[in-house]
C-alpha cells in the first residue's frame, strides 16, 4: 500500500515569492493534515481537512498561506508572499477518522528554503 | 487543550546500553499517547501507542513506553540501543474525543555512539 505522498520534496525560493506544495494521503483515509516542522522542533498542526471541509485551520497564517483539498482526496498548501520565517519543514498526514486511535500516517515532508 | 514536556533535547548514549526518553503531559481529559520516530530527511513514523488497557506498551525495534497516570508521563525505553536508532523521537498527545488535534513535544535527539 503507497504512504503520503508528497510533493517537492525540496524547494528553495527567494522571499515574496510564491510556492505550492502538494500531497496526496493513503487511499481511505478521509482526514489530512497539514503540519509546519521548524528546525529543532516539533511539527504544529497548520490545518486539518474531514474529507473537503476544513474542520481546524485556527493555527494556518491566513494572510498569506491558504489550503486546498477539492475533492476530498488530495490537497494543495500554498503561501504567498513566502517570509524568510516560512523556511521550514511542511508535513502532511493523513487518517481514517473513524479509527478512534488517532494514529497519523506522515509523508516524507517539502523542505521550504526562503532566501 | 493538551500540551506535550520532553525535558532532554539530546540524549547521548553508547551502543548496546539501555536509554529512557522522558515524555510528561498535560491534559484536562482522557488522552491517547503516541512516540514517533523521525529518521533524517524523512518523514514521522509510529514507534508505539497508548489507547487504553496494560500501562505498558510494546512498539517496533525493539521499543516500549510506559503510561504513568499520576505522574502524568509516558516515557520511552530500550533495553539495547543500536547505531541505527540514531535519531530524532517525538512524544504526542490526543484527547479522546472526536476531533482533537495531536500535539507533539519539541523533540529528543538520540545519539548512539560507538
Known amino acids: 500500500e503507497a504512504g503520503v505522498v508528497q510533493s517537492p520534496r525540496y524547494k528553495i525560493i527567494e522571499k515574496k515569492q510564491p510556492v505550492a506544495f502538494w500531497c496526496n494521503p493513503i487511499?481511505?483515509?478521509?482526514?489530512l493534515y497539514w503540519y509546519r516542522q521548524n528546525l529543532g522542533q516539533g511539527p504544529e498542526l497548520l490545518i486539518r481537512?474531514?474529507?473537503?471541509?476544513?474542520?481546524?485551520d485556527s493555527q494556518l497564517p491566513k494572510d498569506r498561506f491558504s489550503a486546498e483539498r477539492l475533492k476530498g482526496v488530495d490537497s494543495t498548501l500554498k503561501i504567498q508572499p513566502a517570509e524568510l520565517g516560512d523556511s521550514a519543514v511542511y508535513l502532511c498526514?493523513?487518517?481514517?477518522?473513524?479509527?478512534?486511535?488517532?494514529?497519523?500516517?506522515f509523508g516524507e515532508g517539502s523542505r521550504l528554503t526562503v532566501l | 487543550a493538551q500540551s506535550v514536556t520532553q525535558l532532554d533535547s539530546q540524549v547521548p548514549v553508547f551502543e548496546e546500553a539501555p536509554v529512557e526518553l522522558r515524555c510528561n503531559y498535560s491534559s484536562s481529559v482522557s488522552v491517547y499517547l503516541f512516540w514517533y520516530v523521525q529518521y533524517p530527511n524523512q518523514g514521522l513514523q509510529l514507534l508505539l501507542k497508548?489507547?487504553?488497557?496494560?500501562?505498558l506498551v510494546k512498539g517496533i525495534n525493539g521499543f516500549e513506553a510506559e503510561f504513568n497516570k499520576s505522574q502524568t508521563s509516558f516515557h520511552l525505553r530500550k533495553p539495547s540501543v543500536h547505531i541505527s536508532d540514531t535519531a530524532e523521537y517525538f512524544c504526542a498527545v490526543r484527547g479522546t474525543g472526536g476531533g482533537n488535534k495531536l500535539t507533539f513535544g519539541t523533540g529528543t535527539q538520540l545519539k548512539v555512539e560507538l
Open positions: 487511499s481511505g483515509h478521509n482526514t
Open positions: 481537512y474531514e474529507n473537503e471541509e476544513a474542520v481546524d
Open positions: 498526514a493523513s487518517s481514517f477518522s473513524l479509527q478512534a486511535t488517532g494514529e497519523l500516517f
Open positions: 497508548y489507547l487504553s488497557g496494560s500501562t
